[in-house]
């Protein structure tokens, strides 16, 4: 038994020793990472200090200038298709096999022209027979007329009662409208008839023939295609800050890629402009005209336009080298007691390296237009000689 305690003892000894040494190395641990982390943020902050020291009392090199006021003619460059200025499809009017074709795809057409023929068998029937219900309508109406004249007479004479006269003139009546009724359905049926040459409403061009000859054509069965090519139309979206800068009558100049030599430009004018915005994209649909009489193009070409606006006098105007971006908004610097100073601008066009702008800055204000690079909010700058020139 005393052995037991004495194992026991010794064994307890042995662990107070290992807690303490597990305890000092912890400790010495948290020592060595204070230190190191001390060195770090010390480092750190040193570094920051060197670099602010280094910046200070040294500045930007830029160019700068004053915003100018001249007269711009505004440019803007789209893309569209030169559709025909019409074009459907032709259908028929009426059931019928057709006869006959007359006429092939690619080939001009004048307006009325016929451009085919269905069968005119039923319909020529149709005809007789209405023709014959409205000549026995108008012979039971000149008998019934002439009833009413004659009984007209004797009733003035007393001869026949006056009940007798109001059933001649019902039966006029009664007859009148059936020969109405008649030349309505005669008419219907000279119409089908008629309904059985196809005709082209308008002067064009045979895009498509959808069918020969023996094929049964329903009602409203689309037959041909017909474009009128003589002039051509491309709808062009205009953004609601340029739309004030063009106007109906304007010169557009097409450029068409796929077309070689004098024919890929091409003149055009501005024939409509949309007074409602087409929303969510705040644009206005122009439409533009292409003279096409000569048949030099074909609808449906891809084209690229440059739209000359209406020129504007005294704009106010800044290189655009000038604009920086942020948060969606076009800025500039420009230079206030030898510090960049951004200001935020409403802008108008933008072209040909130059900005029109409507409010942010004016013409007594410096404005960085080079080296923005270099330049912060608040930095120090200096302009260059090369920008002193350019003032």
């Not at 038994?1 to 597990?22: F, H, P, W, Y």
């Not at 009546?173 to 005709?199: C, F, H, I, P, Y």
């Not at 003589?230 to 796929?258: H, M, Q, R, W």
Request: charged residues 25%.
């Amino acid at each position: 038994m005393a052995l037991g305690i004495a194992s026991c003892v010794k064994e307890g000894i042995t662990m107070n020793l290992q807690d303490k040494r597990l305890r000092i190395l912890i400790i010495g641990a948290l020592v060595v990472a204070g230190i190191v982390a001390f060195r770090v943020i010390t480092n750190i902050m040193a570094r920051n200090e060197e670099a602010r020291n280094s910046r200070q009392g040294r500045s930007a090199v830029v160019t700068a200038a004053y915003p100018k006021r001249e007269t711009i003619t505004p440019k803007f460059r789209f893309s569209g298709t030169l559709d025909p200025v019409w074009q459907a499809d032709v259908a028929a009017k009426v059931d019928g096999r057709i006869e006959k074709v007359l006429v092939q795809e690619g080939q001009a057409v004048e307006a009325g022209q016929a451009l085919l023929v269905l069968e005119q068998v039923d319909t020529a029937a149709g005809v007789m027979n209405a023709r014959g219900s409205y000549l026995d309508a108008k012979t039971n109406f000149e008998k019934a007329r002439m009833d009413v004249q004659r009984y007209e007479e004797l009733y003035k004479r007393g001869a026949v009662s006056k009940e007798a006269l109001d059933n001649m003139r019902f039966a006029l009546e009664n007859a009148r409208g059936k020969l109405d009724a008649a030349q309505g359905n005669l008419n219907s049926a000279e119409s089908d008839l008629g309904g059985t040459t196809v005709t082209t409403p308008r002067a064009g061009v045979i895009q498509k023939r959808y069918y020969q000859e023996g094929y049964y054509a329903k009602v409203g069965t689309a037959l041909f295609n017909i474009a009128d090519i003589s002039t051509l139309l491309a709808k062009i979206d205009i953004p609601e800050g340029y739309v004030n800068s063009v106007a109906v009558g304007g010169e557009v100049e097409f450029t068409i890629p796929s077309m070689s030599g004098e024919n890929k430009k091409v003149k055009g004018t501005i024939t409509r402009i949309s007074p409602v915005a087409v929303q969510p994209a705040r644009t206005f649909e122009a439409e533009v005209t292409v003279d096409n009489s000569n048949n030099r193009l074909r609808g449906g070409m891809y084209a690229e336009a440059l739209i000359t606006a209406i020129p504007k006098a005294n704009t106010l105007t800044i290189p655009m080298t000038a604009i920086s971006m942020r948060d969606d908004q076009r800025t500039c610097y420009v230079i206030e007691d030898g510090k960049a100073v951004r200001k935020v601008l409403t802008t108008g066009y933008i072209g040909e390296n130059l900005v029109e702008v409507l409010s942010g800055v004016s013409e007594k204000d410096h404005v960085i237009t080079g080296g923005l690079n270099k330049v912060r909010e608040g930095a120090d700058v200096k302009v260059s000689e090369k920008g002193l020139a350019n003032e």
